[in-house]
């Protein structure tokens, strides 16, 4: 008995210790467990919506998940989401709404750990991870939901944990954030979209804990908080940036088919040198009756290429590297297009859309140039019959003050002037020269615009792709197409018409276009209009420069008070620059004979036709010469 009293003494004086786990539950899970299941299951939802979202204004799906490109370092890299599509230096709003979202993504999982459990949080972290496209960014989450949740780091001050705990966010923000590649003061404004979610993910935490210590941390607080930040970020982004020029930028604005590199010049050499040397196809070329001389072969193989890549193929014997498979290309080009003029027909980006697709589908190969120098090279000067309905679309809708729809008049005032129907071509020129100064003049204003250092780092998204070079050399081609559809050039005697609506509408890079003009030639006497612009085609297609210097000097001589006589001069000009400039610097006499002559011809051209079209030109070509 004594003995047992001593036991019930000893135990009221040392009492039990119960071991706590590592691991903490937080006060939310006090609450009824159905009423927090959906509260939950909210905050599940309001989060992935978030992260796919995240997803569609970064890459522009809403779902880009490949496994393949997690291996890559690009892929951890953030600098690439604010500088490419959607670029925060051309949409500075677009720094608040990454901000925002990233915001979002950076501390409700933490939240949720801090005030669920971490098991609540291992779903938001699968979200980041899969929806968002952020693997780097979720193994960081990861690191501060166990953190959050671990007893040593339970503060009584909550919002003191969480800010502790986002410290792998801030890391990852620190050495994956900046954009590459940029100017250092452009390096250090890639920042701001992480500095701005740095501070929207401590105004979340900062409400949902602030409302949820009065308010003994109920359910539904964080769910709610998402979504109104969720909301802010797509309002702002639809209101100051919107869907439509996410698209524009995603199908259009990336796709100029002036900067991809299929479109370059390339040549076939080492293509046509290894396609011989293949022992398949020098099988194949022996028994299909091909020449056995080496030299004769190769210009016959040459020959075929040409005439296949009249219609975009490449001869199946032919042996075609990756940087010449410029039909596939194209064909996925017309297809980002389409899907633009599609998706968002009323956009004021249509008409750069229809401008690029035109221009892509009159890009055509060289095969002159192919021939003689083994180059692919494309061209886009002349208007084909097949994209005349692309160049309507843009002058007959609301597209028709566009910059782009001046390039669209000068394509169809040709194929007007093909029809035989010169006074619409006239109109059309004489409508596009009127819109092209104005347009022009407010381009050179706007590149003379002062910005201050920092916040020229700011540049709005250009309205047009129509630059001033670009307009510069559409107003050559509209002044000379004037010139030439003019009354000056046609008659009323029989075939008149007929000859210049021919040509003008011949083909310089076609292979026939030599013996055409030579059809037309025939076709016309001493003292015709159309005369002297044929000799003029003809004599520039003359290969040995120092012969075509002295037809364009006969050209001029015979016909100095025609369009072709003046264009002759012009052109024996600028034979005489390149015939200057390809001398070698130790033959001083010839290089000094023939920069004498080119400005004796320029300084001819300024004093007889002072107020030519190419006056201009000439002015500054003639400057650009040295002295002596």
Known sequence: ??????????????????????????????????????????????????????????????????????????????????????????????????????????????????????????????????????????????????????????????????????????????????????????????????????????????????????????????????????????????????????????????????QVSKFHDHSITEALDATTRDPTTKKYLEESFYPADQIARRAELKREIQEQLRYDFWPGWFLV??????????????????????????????????????????????????????????????????????????????FANSPEALEARWRIAKHRAGQQMFDEAERLLAEAQTMLATEKSKRLEAEYEPSGKLFGLFRPPADSVMTVPKLNELQRRLSQSQVLVSSQNRTKEPGSVERLAKFVMLNPHASDYAQQLDGLLEQTENGDRLRDNILLAQAKLVADEQLRAEKLGEIHKEYSQTDAGTMALYELGLLKISLWRQQDESNTELKKKYLEEARATLTSFISSYPNNFCAEQVKKNLEDLPTN
């Open 1 to 258: 008995m004594q003995v047992r009293l001593m036991d019930n003494n000893q135990t009221e004086k040392t009492p039990i210790s119960v071991s706590k786990s590592f691991m903490a539950v937080g006060p939310t899970l006090h609450y009824s467990h159905k009423n927090v299941q959906i509260c939950w299951l909210l905050a599940v939802g309001a989060f992935g919506i978030s992260c796919l979202f995240w997803s569609k204004i970064v890459t522009g799906s809403f779902w880009s998940f490949d496994v393949q490109t997690v291996t890559t370092p690009e892929f951890w890299r953030l600098g690439k989401s604010i500088t490419t599509d959607v670029s925060i230096f051309e949409y500075p709003w677009q720094i608040l709404v990454l901000g925002l979202l990233m915001g979002i993504l950076a501390v409700v999982p933490v939240l949720i750990s801090q005030l669920m459990s971490f098991r609540y949080s291992l779903i938001f972290i699968l979200e980041v991870f899969s929806l968002a496209n952020l693997p780097g960014f979720a193994i960081c989450l990861f690191v501060s939901c166990i953190a959050v949740a671990c007893r040593p780091l339970r503060f009584r001050s909550r919002f003191i944990a969480i800010a502790l705990c986002t410290a792998p966010q801030l890391f990852y923000w620190g050495y994956f954030g900046g954009a590459r590649g940029v100017e250092p003061i452009e390096w250090g404004f890639s920042f701001a979209p992480w500095i701005c979610a740095w501070l929207d993910a401590l105004v979340i935490a900062g409400f949902v804990l602030g409302i949820g210590h009065f308010t003994r941390y109920r359910p539904g607080l964080t769910w709610i908080f998402t979504s109104l930040t969720l909301i802010i970020a797509v309002v702002v982004f639809e209101i100051t940036i919107g869907f439509d020029e996410l698209d524009y930028q995603l199908y259009v604005a990336k796709n100029n088919p002036e």
């Open 321 to 398: 590297p990756e940087e010449l498979k410029y039909r596939q290309k194209k064909e996925w080009l017309l297809q980002q297009y389409d899907l633009f003029i599609e998706k968002r027909p009323n956009s004021r980006r249509m008409p750069i859309a229809l401008y690029y697709k035109a221009m892509l589908n009159e890009l055509s190969p060289d095969t002159k140039t192919l021939g003689q120098k083994e180059v692919l090279h494309f061209y886009s000067d002349y208007p084909y019959e097949k994209n005349r309905q692309t160049w309507w679309m843009l002058l007959n809708r609301d």
